[in-house]
């Protein structure tokens, strides 16, 4: 379980949403002033970096962060430091995750567990994409399955990739999944075939 320091609260995270789709518009509206806002939330990202260790510091740095920002034509600071708090609770939760990632690898080689497997993002999924991954712990081989939804009422594509721990680049299977059945046996087959180290 992450500690209270490390858990974004909902309001806080359809702020920062909310945030950074009003500043990725302006680039098509107004490019000047859109490359003066993204200065100025690259700026506050890095000294977030120095000042924040976990979300709650973030969190609490708020108004200051807010009084630091520049007026910038007509756009709410409010909007510029809650851009940049966003990055740097991405970055913090990215990290989180890795650690995470990193402690169940290292608890499965130590109960001699094969296979390790992720669990897919639910943000993602809502949005159409559907990621899972699955480790194979003696070698650290990933078998990714993916689904992206179809648009515009084109069927869901599903693909499969396979990432070799030694080179970290794709050993050459990938997508040509008709449908998900299809999809799923393959992933069975991949799955059995690393484990038998004919990969």
Known sequence: MPSS????PGAAQARFTAAEGQLYPLALVDPDEYEQVTRV??????????????????????E??????????????ETIADAASAIRCRELQ???SATRWADRLEAARSTGEEWVDEEPDAQAAWAGSYRSTAVHVP???RLIGAIEAGSAGAPP?????IIVAETDEAAGQSSGYP????????????????SSRRL
């Open 94 to 96: 990215a990290a989180r």
């Open 64 to 77: 200051e962060l807010v009084a630091r920002v520049p007026m910038i034509g007509g756009f709410p600071r």
């Open 179 to 194: 449908d998900r059945d299809s999809w799923l046996a393959a992933l069975r087959r991949l799955r059995a075939e690393i």
């Open 5 to 8: 320091s490390d858990v974004l």
């Open 157 to 161: 594509t599903y693909t499969i990739e």
């Open 139 to 141: 070698t650290g081989t």
């Open 41 to 62: 939330v690259g700026l506050l990202a890095a000294e977030l970096r120095t000042e924040a260790p976990d979300i709650a510091t973030v969190l609490g740095l708020r």
